[in-house]
């Protein structure tokens, strides 16, 4: 049984194409100094550092995290780097949290980072592979058959993405750290931009942002002494499935099933849509949003687009289940640090943390990151109270 | 910024230092195989003995049973598009004007997709249970490789339901 554990603090930086005036190191000391300002901490309070990132090809820097050390305070303490793709911010967080859980150590600090304008993401994942075509076109090109596959399935209307982009870009425009900030978004601005990959249009796809977020998770002892609400853990899951095999549910992968699953088992949630007050989803492509409201129990199979159509996930539309209401990685995409974002944004929302985004009122809140070929998944369950 | 940036220090933020790689990519047996006979005109997969699902191209086992494949099926290059994207951008590093598209197909024979490219058809024609077939460059220019087809185009066979696709014997749909 593990040892009960809490976020006590948050830092972001804001998120931008390019941060010309700090370097990775500096990007990534930005957010944790903040996260540990937040839980009124210093270094000398952590025990351990655990720092996340996409694939080291996009910034053309190989195993990042042994020039960060420094930077991230972590000399003389135990470091580890965890790589999960896309996901990698969520299981970042995750392995942080297991190690506090574990009973391993009593305070980590977290951190996971993109600098994307030092990097070509598109080039990354472009590259040609033996005994096939080079015709991978980035992680649109990958999902754009799929995100197909799901509209023919579903029967859903045309314009289900561009309304997930809209009230995306409604949600960041309240939160000053959004990358985007287009309050004046309209569906026809969002339907007439360019289409990319055909079905995925420019403004329904994720932009390309530099930025790093932190946490701070400490035990159970430690989070009741901290001077700003915790937010408990009250559940951690994480699944994998191959890429490839045959037969592979693609659209609704068996691997985001179970994970959603096993975290609502810890965190004694029945039905998410009605238990849970708000979710921060990663959804990097607009057509995400109703298919991971399926994957993830919102939801019956094929009826995901209803909830969004009907402003279900949308806080200007006053709907029951916000979904991203920080803007989501549709406003902020500094790919590394996306997962860990929407952990950390769950927990400033149960923290009653979250300014101009808050959900009034958030009690128990869901953390949700995919990575690889909608392959990876990581899922947390904070909430303000123990449980 | 520094205090010590003084009128003579240039602002740098990047400098150009590339480096190249060149992967030798060992093939293992099951790609090594398909690549062999690739490079002759034609397309294998291979059978999974638990699932009896067929691999395109074989990489050795089936990932869902976690069991070796030893089993050769030789393909068609008829196949079905199971879906597609309409690319509207370049691909870095390879030369090919977009729009194209890309489409995700299913050779008669194989239970699993590969990409590869479409032409010779209006794109906005192109959907889901779509036949098609392969174009073969001219065989003097063929490798150990899937460029060898050099794109598929429509072949004039009635639509595959969508529950059939990946179901499609070696020998065709006849509808």
């Known amino acids: 049984m ?22 990775i190191a500096g990007l990534v000391r930005e957010a944790a100094v903040n996260a540990l300002n937040d839980a009124e901490l210093t270094w000398d309070d952590i025990d351990a550092v655990i720092v996340g990132k996409a694939p080291d090809m996009f910034e053309g820097v190989i195993m990042p995290e042994i020039y960060l050390t420094d930077a991230l305070g972590c000399n003389g303490k135990p470091m580890l780097r965890v790589h999960t793709a896309g996901s990698v911010g969520g299981s970042t967080a995750l392995v942080a949290a297991s190690h506090v859980q574990s009973g391993t150590f009593k ?9 994307q304008s030092e990097s070509n993401a598109m080039w990354a994942l472009s590259n040609p592979q033996p005994f096939s075509t080079h015709l991978n076109a980035g992680a649109g ?21 561009i309304k997930v982009a809209v009230k995306d870009r409604l949600h960041g425009a309240r939160n000053p750290l959004a990358h985007l900030q287009k309050p004046d978004i309209t569906m026809k601005e969002v339907e007439e931009s360019f289409m990319l990959w055909d079905p995925i249009r420019f403004l329904e796809s994720c932009p ?26 009250r559940g951690v899951a994480m699944r994998s499935e191959p890429t490839m095999y045959a037969g592979r549910e693609e659209v609704n992968p068996q691997a985001g099933r179970d994970c959603a ?17 708000v979710a921060e989803v990663y959804v990097p492509f607009s057509w995400y949003e109703p298919m991971w409201l399926e994957n993830l129990g919102f939801a019956p199979e094929g009826e995901g687009w209803k909830l969004t159509m009907e402003g279900a996930t949308s806080l200007d539309e006053g709907g029951d289940i916000p979904w991203n209401p920080s803007g989501g990685v549709l406003s902020s995409n500094p790919i590394g640090a996306s997962g860990m974002i929407r952990f950390a944004e769950a927990a400033r929302q149960v923290r009653g943390d979250a300014g101009d985004h808050q959900v009034e009122g958030a009690k128990l809140a869901l953390g949700h990151a995919y990575g690889g070929g909608a392959q990876f998944f990581a899922m947390w369950v904070v909430g303000s109270e123990k449980g | 910024m520094s205090e010590q940036t003084t009128e003579n220090t240039d602002v740098i933020t990047g400098i150009e230092a590339p480096i190249y790689l060149k992967y030798n990519f060992t093939a293992g047996a099951a790609p090594a195989r398909f690549l062999t006979q690739v490079k002759e005109g034609v397309l294998t997969g291979q059978r999974c003995p638990q699932c009896a699902q067929v691999y395109v191209p074989p990489r050795g086992s089936c990932a869902a049973c976690g069991v070796p494949t030893e089993e050769e099926v030789v393909l068609s290059d008829k196949a079905t598009v199971q879906s597609f994207t309409i690319v509207s951008i370049p ?28 032409s010779e058809c209006d794109n906005a024609d192109v959907h889901i249970g779509q036949r098609v077939q392969g174009v073969w460059k001219p065989q003097e220019e063929w490798g150990y490789s899937m460029d060898n087809i050099r794109y598929f185009k429509p072949l004039d066979e009635p639509d595959v339901p969508v529950e059939k696709i990946g179901k499609i014997p070696v020998e065709g749909w006849e509808g």
Not at chain 1, 148 to 159: C, G, I, L, V
Not at chain 1, 220 to 226: G, K, R, S, V, Y
Not at chain 1, 261 to 266: G, I, L, P, S, T
């Open chain 1, 208 to 233: 390309s942002s530099d930025g790093a977020c932190a946490m701070v998770i400490a035990n159970e002892e430690l989070a009741e002494q901290a001077p700003r609400p915790p937010a408990w853990i």
């Open chain 1, 2 to 23: 593990a040892n009960l554990a809490a976020v006590v603090g948050t830092g972001q930086t804001s998120y931008t194409t390019k941060r010309g005036d700090v370097s």
């Open chain 2, 91 to 118: 691909i870095p590093g390879n030369s090919i004007e977009p729009p194209f598209v890309v489409a995700n197909l299913v050779p008669d024979g194989a239970n699993i997709s590969f990409i590869h490219l479409m």
């Open chain 1, 141 to 161: 090109g990958y999902f754009a058959p799929i995100i197909r596959e799901y509209m023919r399935r579903s029967e859903a209307p045309y314009d289900v993405g």
């Open chain 1, 107 to 115: 305070r980590v600090l977290t951190v996971a980072f993109e600098k």
């Open chain 1, 261 to 277: 699953a096993d975290v609502y088992k810890q965190a004694g949630i029945k039905d998410p849509r009605k238990d849970l007050d």
